[in-house]
């Protein structure tokens, strides 16, 4: 097991701290223009913990949150940690179905959610959603809206009154479950992966030490906060480290690149979307943003090209790929010296601070260069699901954590991933189950068989695609799927983009469908989204 020495602390005694000592002091930019201070940013999270805590929330209670980037965010954060709440950050783009479940599952007991964000009204969503969620009491909104609800209420008004109120950071234990994150998995409900304040502080150490952050540092977020990532990196580092952070509330290459320049951005974690973005507009405006030192990029397929040309377009820019999962979180932190360009291009990154052994199906350790599943352990490892038995079936006996994917260690410290043994979709660094879309279209008499499989995407890495046996009678195309698919609540981004036709799918011997001929017929046809 690697030696990490935890922090023992958490976020609530390091923002008090913070606030004391240096209250006027920037925590965290916004790109609207404006930021929160240390001494803010405790009051408004102060305040709302004492109003949560005066309507009857306990700590241990689930707080749940499915906010974009930005101040209110921030607040929600810290009023979980000085509440002693358990939070449960919800990305935004989960509509019903989803949404329905995880409040359901973490037994959520406060909700917070935009009265509209995008043109999706969130609070009508939850008018529809209340009842069937037995242990929620409030649903506090952000904006204007009328609602139905007495359970519903302003998060000004809320906020307000909690003010004047100092409360104690909770006694809380930092091994202690801190926060609650729903992946996808190869199963159709999402995965509740449990986080301690000390795992969530051991990954936010990783990518620290390993890229070399200092106080001199500004990390640019563009990913979710209500991603792992987003979360740890563009909200949590500030009162942990010197490093400040500038969330973005929706990516944009070109408003990106005006806060580069404007605030002196040196560095961004996010998907490789961005980063190629951001590449080919640079390039086409002449731009080579100097001061911008840093690009860790992961999520989804990262073409080695794309390093090449980041390090050969921006002037002092290191792009290297990261790997790791909310499970396990940066396994690997990239290279970044200049001699090591080949490695940061061509290997998914050095392995920092996790045991890591590759293995084939029967568990037998498979040494350097050759590939087989990868198990990782390591102090920012989650805790564990909270379902027994997905944990049987996700650690070894030992104690690592099986990965799902396939890849090889080399002699440098580096590791390639080659194949996914997971059956899910990696669409722009969102995982999207293919079992989940799969089991909601076999729900229409339309469709005898489906499969869902991986198609290549030249933004997103990977887009989704559908592959139909239509049943008898019937007929199909991408407007069936939309129908069928609206009705069940699920996502659009999880809507498939592709539609190929099948009289049969192709099966094993025992009946199991061949994905990877479906994906291997889909890239001989050159198809790309």
């Known amino acids: 097991m690697p030696r990490h020495t935890y922090r023992n602390t958490t976020l609530a005694r390091a923002a008090l701290k913070l606030s004391q ?36 929330t306990h700590p241990g209670d689930t707080l749940s949150f499915q906010l974009p980037n930005g101040r209110y965010a921030v607040i929600v954060m810290l009023a979980a940690a000085i509440g002693g709440f358990v939070i449960n950050p919800i990305v ?6 989803e949404v329905r479940y995880i409040l359901r599952h973490a037994e959520t007991r406060v909700l917070f959610i935009p009265a509209e964000l995008r043109g999706f009204n969130y609070v009508a969503m939850m008018e529809q959603l209340i009842d069937d969620c037995p242990d929620l009491r409030q649903v506090i909104y952000l904006g204007e809206s009328q609602h139905l609800s007495e ?31 729903y992946t996808s998995g190869t199963t159709g409900n999402p995965k509740q992966v449990r986080h301690s304040h000390n795992t969530l502080n051991a990954a936010l150490d990783n990518g620290v030490d390993g890229w070399q952050l200092t106080d001199q540092d500004l990390m640019l977020m563009p990913s979710p906060v209500t991603h792992i990532t987003g979360y740890v990196n563009g909200m949590e580092m500030p009162f942990f480290t010197g490093v400040k952070t500038l969330l973005m509330s929706q990516w944009d290459v070109n408003e990106a690149i005006k806060l580069i320049e404007n605030y002196g951005v040196t560095a961004c974690v996010s998907a490789t979307p961005f980063l190629k973005e951001l590449v080919d507009t640079c390039q086409e405006k002449g731009k080579t943003l100097p001061g911008f030192r840093l690009f860790a990029c992961g999520g989804a397929s990262v073409p080695s090209a794309l390093i090449h040309s980041a390090w050969d377009t921006l ?18 932190v990239g290279f970044l010296d200049a001699e090591q360009r080949s490695l940061a291009a061509e290997t998914d990154g050095r392995v920092a601070n996790y045991d890591v052994i590759i293995v084939d199906d029967h568990g037998n350790d498979q040494g350097l260069d050759t590939d087989g599943e990868i198990l990782a352990k390591g102090p920012a490892m989650m805790l564990g ?25 080399l002699a ?20 999207i189950a293919a079992r989940e879309l799969e089991d909601t279209l076999l729900l229409s008499n339309a469709i005898a068989e489906v499969a869902i499989v991986a198609v290549p995407h030249s933004r997103l890495g990977e887009g989704v695609g559908a592959c139909v046996v239509p049943a008898a009678g019937s007929q199909v195309d ?52």
């Not at 002091?25 to 305040?47: K, L, P, R």
């Not at 609206?486 to 809507?495: I, M, P, T, Y």
Request: glycine content about 8%; overall charge neutral; proline content about 5%.
């Open 21 to 56: 000592n240096c209250p006027e002091a920037t925590a965290i930019h916004f790109d609207d223009g404006s930021s929160i201070s240390y001494g803010e940013a405790w009051t408004s999270g102060a305040a709302l913990a004492s109003a949560l805590l005066a309507r009857g």
């Open 92 to 97: 935004p783009i989960y509509r019903g179905k």
């Open 151 to 181: 359970k519903f209420e302003a998060f000004d008004l809320v906020l307000e009154s909690g003010k004047e109120q100092f409360p104690e950071p909770a006694q809380a234990d930092p091994d202690d479950t801190k926060i609650l994150l």
């Open 315 to 332: 002037d002092a820019c290191r792009a290297v790929r990261v790997y790791g999962s909310t499970e396990v979180p940066l396994v690997t």
């Open 385 to 409: 699901y909270s379902d027994n038995e997905q944990n049987r079936d996700a650690f070894t006996p030992s104690g690592y954590f099986r990965t799902g994917d396939i890849g090889r260690l």
């Open 412 to 431: 440098s410290g580096a590791l390639v991933i080659s194949d996914r043994k997971k059956d899910i979709i990696i669409r722009g660094g969102e995982n």
């Open 478 to 529: 991408m407007n069936t799927l939309r129908e069928i698919l609206a009705e069940s609540g699920l996502a659009k981004q999880k809507w498939p983009q592709y539609l190929e036709l099948f009289s049969a799918l192709p099966k094993t011997a025992s009946g199991k469908v061949q994905k990877d001929k479906l994906r291997q017929s889909i890239r001989q046809q050159g198809v790309s989204l």
